[in-house]
């Protein structure tokens, strides 16, 4: 699938119904396709996503043996082995932030040393999701996606004297301002495809349609009315005339994108009650949005930090957080690992379908980066050494697939971060308490 | 100086006699004039010397004002310094404790004869100041809107971006209120939604609309007016289903910690109602079969801590698996109402803590009490059209038998419309524009109810809705002759409908009704005594009531941090939400009874009664209150409740959730019921108290805040703040009275004030801000006038604040007369010109 379409906009389509007098920058969609098509193969499109799982691993079952491109996959990785080629499982990383599960998913893509003192102090770090979604947001509709499987239920302290908020997010806009991660399969739907209820192209350009002609004859009084006002009373409506602009530039795009042939699915309802309903209809969701390239940044939680979730289905009836307090009993550090393998198999299924599906001169996977992992190691002491990581993906080409990596000097989780937005064409001196690079390209081994 | 300050008192009580009984109160200029004309300098640049120029001199300029050399003969030429002299002279705050102050009279004489020379000025020339040209509305005014228009009883407020509030301001300030992106996308999409709802189509595909509980409400007594008696816990919602059709309404029961349903130890009953009719009953509990878990998480990891599969599958699963009905219900707004059958426990008798903390531990997952943790909704399923709902009717004023009739009624029905929601006459053009959206959405929906819902989708973004934009009259734009500009150039009379509009966004947080908009287009609201009329028939309708309550009340008073407050739960263990909400339920019931009955705004403050239910009443020792509804009892002892001081909603709200804070509760009174807010803390400062170290008892509070008292450059400010929050002492963290503080020693509830005289408890609190009559009726007036208006009070403000409190006396300062006298006032009806303000 290709987002360029021989078909560029017109000038003409956006202007009607706009005094003269306002000058529109100058968007992509105007380019010809062609340059646009050179412009690509040059600086090949990158999607970035993060599938965290909570309440940290039974290491013992998930470190690889050996190291380098000649390494045994452990019983939780086995599911990953059809990716091996695309797999780095990196050992030895430290965390930036350990404060018992506020640090594990509050610094683990914000590398911040340190969250608030107190419960009402909400303080961390831009996270590096959101470095990307600034970066990618004038070419996607939806500058990234923060999706979970549970509701933000809880308010007050969740974890040590700190405020819940660390365990409900892992993206942060600003230091200060942590992101809300949608649960709601139908939200998520309305955010990609609109309020039309399904992915059928027809009604979205319908929908298109009505809400630019909306738009046009807005714009038309806007006009008249900033015409009565002095020029110091006009700084709002110039607002609102900018509003409608950027509105309309988003309709420009999404009417690109509209044609597309996309599976079809309806707007789900609601939250299903089942788990891997649920999950699957995240899924589907992410996969899609992908696809059509709706958005590049993806950041998902499988269950927040302490989540109390049971896994019935594979046997395993006990909620999940009071397991990883397993007290370091064999059976049952055994017993949570299958959770753990769990987790990894649902991962490597939709894996599966990132690399069955068509982006251009490859597949979907070929074109991502895929940070998969957790925050704690040993979770019965809320361990953060050795975290377990594993980079997915063929990163457009820039990362090197099939091998295990052990960083004896415990360099921080935010030198991993640092280097991905290498990989990732974005490159930044420093994210939160970030001391340089990490070598992952050349490592013992190769 | 010695013998002059008390004549000089007699002299100024004397203007005051003459102005309170000179007061019309009828034309927009106020007419009262403070007192014959006495030339006070003499009097005021001595005590300036004496007591100002030390520090306030023209080489020092502390704090950037200077006192040394100012023309003290004419106080209205230099209003804006003069004002902030004032408001120190009102509040006694200089000069600062330590230095020579002069006595009470002086203050007194002082403030007042500034005032006095500053208001005839005033009154001769009223700046009525410039209020932005363009002021969006709000989203509790948006959903107001939609609600008159429609008949619509939606909350849409949770699909709009919040509003900005600048500091200590309130959420419908002009200039503050912005337009992004973000809400033009929601206007779209919200206008889409309600449209539809409204018209009656439905919607692409079933939603389902979930309902949750908080975790912390206790669900042991009948919880709300719509269940019967007889019913125990759950909820109900009053919920529009959009069209006529199938339903299911689902039911899940609160969890605790380890996802275990709680209760289920034994059988209770679950009914299921529709607008009071019992649908369906269900037995809930007492089917969890093989060994149970352990009864509480030690989490000492020994296998088999959990029970055996069965139970467990039952437990976090089974039972509540088939708690829902599928229903055929009729579209329009419905009461869905959720609740257990009324079976009580028989307490112990031995005393237990409440364990309760973030979750719900595992101790209460069997025995005790199953509670309802969520309610969905989910439908349309087999979905026909909307026949007969509220807001078809309030829409379709007409229906066309014909094809031929459908665009004279479709011009009917939305130019109706129109002139409501731009709050002008439709015009031709608003008609043109949409009629042709009619026609598309005809066209494209097929029915004659798609057009119009694709027309009334337009009108809501349009920005004769969302905007109240003030317009200079065109003769002031234009640039006149020297004399026609001259009669316009300081300020011009807004239009009657921008009157009525600012009027009703005022008292309703809405737009005008008909009768209102009727009296705008007939140019009558000029007309002050209709004015009159018409504001005292919006303040009898209970929207006044609702929307004074809950939206200036609560952000004048900072009550929208309720829901935000958490309680350590190791020291106040019977702590729950259920007193959360009472808290708020009795500051509601008590603000809109003194508004309902037209009471003296000082009643907030000496009421002897307030409004409790049977876990209010529990909290704050009143014996013999049983029920959840609330009512309203005498108080017997106002030195431990009585007025808004008294309320547990304030007294949380002020307080952190392991102490009190005698500071936020000092700001808090002098920002709020003083009217002399503080200046913020100098950057830098650490204001985290340490923890009082385990072991031994903690010191005092007071022992706590010593270096606000010890320290200069603390005790400038905090000698002002703290004595007013140690009066409050004997009221702990979450407003329960008590005698000793977490010291171990008995609470001293005094505070030594500036002046050198001591505040005591409550009682002395209260004293305290009626002793002025006029101080508090001040801060209230100059509060809703800067929510009437919509922008910030400046310094030219404040005589019309005082005018209107003088002008209320007579009234005993009730609110009626303090909202006619803001309406009257030049500042509501008029707007400074571009001309006036450069």
Redesign the interface.
């Given at each position: 699938m290709s987002f360029l379409t021989a078909k560029a906009l017109p000038r003409r389509t956006i202007l009607r119904g706009l005094g003269a007098t306002i000058a529109l920058p100058f968007l992509d969609a105007m380019l010809p396709a062609a340059s646009l098509r050179a412009r690509a193969a040059a600086a090949p499109i990158h999607r970035f996503q993060t599938f965290y799982v909570p309440n940290g691993m039974a290491m013992e079952y998930w470190t690889p043996k050996g190291e380098g491109s000649a390494f045994e996959l452990s019983p939780i990785l086995e599911p990953l082995a059809p990716f091996r080629d695309q797999l780095q499982v990196l050992s030895g990383l430290k965390a930036n932030w350990n404060y018992i599960h506020a640090g594990a998913s509050g610094s683990f893509l914000t590398g911040t040393t340190r969250g608030g003192?107190?419960?009402?102090e909400i303080f961390a770090d831009v996270s590096m999701d959101q470095l990307l979604a600034r970066h990618f947001a004038s070419d996607t509709q939806v500058a990234s996606l923060e999706l979970a499987m549970d509701p933000p239920?809880?308010?007050?302290?969740?974890t040590g004297n700190l405020s819940?908020v660390y365990t409900h997010t892992l993206c942060w806009r600003s230091p200060t301002q942590p992101l809300p991660m949608e649960y709601n399969p139908?939200a998520v739907f309305?955010k990609l495809f609109g309020?039309?209820?399904?992915t059928e192209a027809a009604?979205r350009e319908?929908r298109l349609r009505?809400?630019k002609?909306?738009l046009d004859?807005?714009t038309e009084?806007?006009t008249a009315?900033r015409r009565?006002?002095?020029p110091?009373?006009q700084a709002?409506?110039s607002?609102?005339t900018?509003?409608?602009r950027?509105?309309e530039r988003r309709i420009a795009k999404a009417e690109q994108q509209a044609g597309l042939e996309l599976p079809s699915l309806?707007?789900p309802?609601?939250?299903p009650p089942v788990f891997e309903d649920h999950l699957a209809l995240m899924l589907d969701l992410q996969v899609l949005a992908l696809q059509s390239d709706l958005t590049r940044v993806i950041s998902f939680m499988i269950g927040k930090e302490q989540s109390?979730?049971?896994y019935?289905q594979i046997g395993v009836?006990?909620?999940h957080h009071?397991l990883s307090?397993?007290?370091n009993?064999p059976?049952?550090i055994e017993r949570m690992s299958k959770i753990n393998r769990y987790h990894v198999e649902l991962f490597s299924k939709y894996v599966a379908r990132l690399r069955a599906t068509h982006d251009g001169d490859g597949s979907l996977l070929d074109h991502m980066t895929i940070l998969y992992g957790a925050g704690i190691s040993n979770s019965n002491a809320h361990s953060g050494d050795n975290l377990p990581l594993a980079v997915v993906g063929g990163g457009a080409g820039k990362l090197k697939g099939g091998r295990h990596l052990i960083y004896k000097d415990k360099p921080p989780m935010a030198n991993l971060l640092v280097t991905l937005m290498d990989k990732l064409d974005v490159p930044i001196e420093r994210l939160g308490g970030s001391t340089g690079h990490l070598q992952i390209d050349t490592v013992s081994g190769l | 100086m010695k013998g002059r300050p008390t004549v000089f008192a007699l002299v100024t009580c004397g203007w005051m006699a003459v102005a309170w009984s000179s007061v019309q109160s009828q034309t927009q200029a106020p007419q009262t004039a403070p007192g014959p004309v006495r030339s006070s300098s003499p009097d005021i640049k001595p005590v300036l010397d004496k007591y100002c120029i030390t520090c306030h001199s023209q080489r020092l300029k502390t704090a950037g004002v200077v006192l040394e050399g100012v023309d003290a003969a004419n106080p209205a030429a230099g209003a804006e310094l003069w004002e902030r002299v004032i408001t120190r002279l009102r509040a006694r705050s200089m000069p600062p404790a330590g230095m020579p102050r002069p006595d009470e009279a002086t203050y007194h004489a002082m403030a007042t004869s500034l005032e006095a020379a500053i208001d005839r000025a005033w009154a001769a020339n009223p700046n009525p100041g410039r209020i932005?040209?363009?002021h969006?509305l709000n989203r509790v005014e948006y959903n107001n809107a939609i609600r008159d228009l429609f008949a619509l009883d939606v909350d849409v407020t949770t699909e709009l971006p919040g509003d900005e509030t600048a500091d200590g301001s309130f959420d419908n300030f002009a200039d503050v209120l912005?337009?992004?992106?973000a809400?033009?996308?929601r206007y779209?999409?919200v206008g889409?939604?309600v449209t539809r709802l409204a018209v009656g189509l439905p919607?692409?595909?079933?939603?389902?609309?979930?309902f949750e509980i908080p975790?912390h409400v206790v669900q042991e007594d009948l919880q709300s007016e719509d269940l019967p008696f007889g019913s125990r816990g759950g909820m109900a919602i009053r919920y529009d289903f959009p069209v006529d059709g199938e339903y299911v309404i689902k039911v899940r029961l609160r969890r605790q910690?380890?996802?275990y349903v709680m209760g289920m130890g034994w059988p209770q009953q679950l009914d299921v109602r529709l607008d009071g009719a019992l649908i369906k009953r269900f037995t809930v509990g007492g089917e969890g079969k093989g060994r149970p878990a352990a009864a509480s998480?030690a989490?000492?990891?020994e296998?088999g801590f959990?029970g055996d599969?069965e139970w467990?599958?039952y437990m976090?699963f089974g039972a509540d698996a088939g708690l829902e009905v599928r229903i055929p219900v009729k579209a329009g707004p419905r009461l869905v109402g959720v609740s257990f059958v009324r079976q009580m426990w028989e307490p112990e008798g031995l005393p237990q803590p409440l364990q309760r903390g973030?979750?719900l531990t595992n101790d209460q997952i069997y025995m005790g009490y199953a509670s309802v943790g969520a309610l969905?909704i989910?439908g349309p399923y087999a979905a026909a059209g909307a026949k007969d709902t509220p807001s078809r009717r309030a829409i379709f004023v007409c229906e066309p038998r014909r094809a031929v009739d459908e665009r004279g009624c479709a011009a009917k029905i939305l130019t109706r419309i129109a002139r409501l929601a731009y709050r002008r006459p439709a015009t031709a053009a608003d008609e043109q524009?949409l009629i042709?959206?009619f026609a598309?959405g005809r066209r494209?929906g097929g029915s004659f109810d798609a057009g119009i819902q694709?027309a009334l989708?337009?009108l809501l973004?349009?920005?004769?809705f969302l905007?109240r934009?003030h317009?200079?009259p065109p003769s002031l734009?234009a640039g006149l002759g020297a004399s026609a500009r001259q009669a316009q150039r300081d300020a011009y009379r807004l239009s009657d409908l921008e009157l009525a509009s600012r009027l009703s966004f005022f008292l309703w947080n809405s737009i005008p009704d008909d009768r209102l908009l009727a009296a705008a287009e007939r140019g009558q609201l000029s007309n002050q005594a209709v004015l009159e009329q018409q504001v005292r028939r919006m303040l009898a309708d209970p929207r006044a009531t609702r929307a004074l309550v809950d939206n200036f009340a609560a952000q004048w008073l900072n009550l929208r941090r309720l829901r935000e407050v958490?309680v350590d739960p190791n020291l106040y263990d019977d702590f729950d939400d259920s007193l959360l909400q009472a808290f708020g339920e009795e500051t509601r019931l008590f603000l809109g009874s003194t508004l309902s009955e037209d009471r003296s705004v000082l009643d907030l403050l000496r009421a002897n009664y307030t409004f409790v239910n049977e876990r209010l009443a529990r909290h704050y020792g009143i014996p013999g209150i049983y029920g959840s509804r609330f009512r309203r009892v005498t108080l017997t002892n106002l030195d431990q409740r009585g007025g808004l001081l008294g309320n547990g909603s304030i007294l949380a709200t002020t307080s952190y959730?392991n102490r009190t804070s005698p500071v936020l509760r000092g700001k808090w009174l002098l920002d709020n019921m003083f009217g002399t807010p503080p200046p913020p803390p100098p950057p830098g400062v650490n204001t985290?108290l340490e923890d009082p170290r385990g072991g031994a008892l903690p010191p005092t509070m007071r022992e706590r805040l010593a270096q606000h008292r010890t320290n200069a450059v603390c005790s400038t400010c905090h000698s002002a703040i703290d004595p007013l929050g140690f009066a409050l002492e004997n009221f702990d963290a979450i407003g329960g009275w008590r005698a000793t503080d977490e010291s171990g020693k008995p609470v001293d509830a005094s505070g030594g004030l500036v002046s050198g005289d001591t505040v005591r408890g409550l009682a002395g609190l209260r004293a305290l801000l009626l002793a002025e009559p006029e101080q508090f009726p001040r801060t209230v007036t100059a509060k809703l006038f800067a929510y009437a208006l919509g922008r910030r009070l400046e310094y030219y403000d404040r005589p019309a604040v005082r005018q209107i409190v003088r002008d209320a006396a007579a009234n005993d300062y009730r609110w009626s007369s303090l909202v006619i006298g803001i309406v009257k006032s030049p500042a509501f009806q008029m707007r400074a010109s571009?001309v006036a303000t450069n």
């Open positions: 003192r107190t419960e009402v239920n809880n308010a007050g302290a969740c819940c139908r309305e309020d039309t209820g399904s009604a319908k009505e809400q002609s909306i004859s807005v009084k806007l009315l009565q006002l002095g110091e009373d709002k409506v607002q609102y900018e509003s409608v950027d509105v309806d707007q309802q609601g939250v109390a979730r049971p019935p009836p006990e909620a009071p307090h397993h007290s009993v059976e049952l | 932005g040209a363009v969006r912005s337009i992004s992106t809400h033009l996308e779209l999409s889409r939604q919607p692409a595909v079933p939603a389902v609309d979930r975790l910690y380890q996802d998480y989490g000492d990891g296998p959990a599969d467990e599958k976090q973030r979750v969905s989910a524009t042709t959206f598309t494209e694709f989708e337009r973004v349009d920005p004769d905007l934009v317009r200079d734009q958490v959730p985290t571009q």
